[in-house]
C-alpha cells in the first residue's frame, strides 16, 4: 500500500512540477513531507542536497532517492516511474501539437504566459532550500536570532564567487562541502 501511495504521489509530482526538477522541489515536500508525513523536512533537506549533487535530473534523483529511503527497490522503481510517465505523455503529445501548430500565434502567446509561473516555482524552491539551510527551518517557522553563520558565510561567499567571477557550479559544490567540514570539525574542537 505504501509503495502503491508513493507511485501516486509522484505521479502527481510529474504531472504538475512544470518548469523542470526545481520546480519539482516543492511538490515533493509537499507530497512527501506535508501531505503522507514519510520524511521530515531535515531528512528531506538532505536527500535534495544529494540528489542536487548527483548526475541526472534532480526530479527523477529526488524520486529515486525517497523511493529508496521509505520502501527500497519497489519505490525505487515506482517512485521513478510515476515521476517520468506523466512527463513522456504529455511531452509526447505536445510535440505532436507543437510540430503541427507552431507558427499559431496563440501557441506563443501561451507559452510566454506560463513563463512567469515557472519562475515563481523555481524561486519557492529556492526560497525553501536557503530557509531550511540557513535555520533548519520552513519560511513559515523562521527565528532571525537562529541563523546558522557558518551556512551563511557559505552562501554569500558561493553566491559571489558564482556571480562575479562564474566559478563551476560543481567547484563551487566541492569547495562548500570541504569547507563546511573543516569549519565543523573546527567549531567541534573548540
Known sequence: MLVLKLFFAFIQV???SVGGGYAAIPLIQEQIVNIHSLMTMEEFSDLITV???TPGPISINSATFVGMKIAGV???LLCTIGCILPSFFICFTLAHFYYKYRSVSGVQIVLGAMRPAVVALIASAGSSIL?????????????L???R???LGIFVAALFLLRKFKTNAIS???GSGVVGTVLYMFMGAI
Do not use: S
Not at 530557509?131 to 527565528?143: T, W
Open 14 to 16: 510529474g504531472l504538475f
Open 51 to 53: 540528489a542536487e549533487m
Open 74 to 76: 519497489p519505490g525505487v
Open 131 to 143: 530557509m531550511l539551510g540557513l535555520f533548519q527551518a520552513e519560511l513559515q517557522d523562521i527565528v
Open 145 to 147: 536570532r537562529e541563523i
Open 149 to 151: 553563520i557558518v551556512e
Open 172 to 174: 563551487i559544490i566541492l
